[in-house]
C-alpha cells in the first residue's frame, strides 16, 4: 500500500516537473507562430471584442504541455517496475 502511495507521488511530480520545465519552450513557440486566442470582429459581437480584447495573442493550448507531459511520464514509466500498464485496473476500461 504504501509502495502504491510512493510510486504515484514520485510518478506525479516526475510528470509536474516536465510540465514546469516544458513551459517556457511552449509558451515561446505558442508566441512565435502566433497560435493565440483570437478575438471575433468587433462587427458581429462589439461587446464580446471590447471584454476579451486583453486575451488577444495569449497562448490557449496549455493542455498539450499537461497531456505531453503525462505521455513522457507513462512512457518513461513502461521501462521500470513504476509502471501502471501492468495493472488490470488500467487495462479495463481499453476491454
Known amino acids: 500500500m504504501v509502495e502504491e502511495l510512493i510510486r504515484i507521488i514520485f510518478l506525479s511530480t516526475l510528470a509536474f516537473t516536465i510540465a514546469v520545465l516544458g513551459t517556457p519552450l511552449l ?11 483570437q478575438i ?19 497562448p490557449t493550448m496549455g493542455g498539450i504541455l499537461v497531456w505531453g507531459a503525462m505521455l513522457v511520464v507513462i512512457g518513461l514509466a513502461s521501462f521500470t517496475p513504476y509502471s501502471f500498464l501492468s495493472r488490470a485496473e488500467t487495462l479495463l476500461p481499453l476491454g
Open 27 to 37: 509558451t515561446h513557440f505558442l508566441y512565435r507562430y502566433k497560435l493565440g486566442k
Open 40 to 58: 471575433r470582429d468587433a462587427q458581429e459581437a462589439p461587446i464580446y471584442a471590447k471584454l476579451h480584447a486583453a486575451k488577444l495573442g495569449t
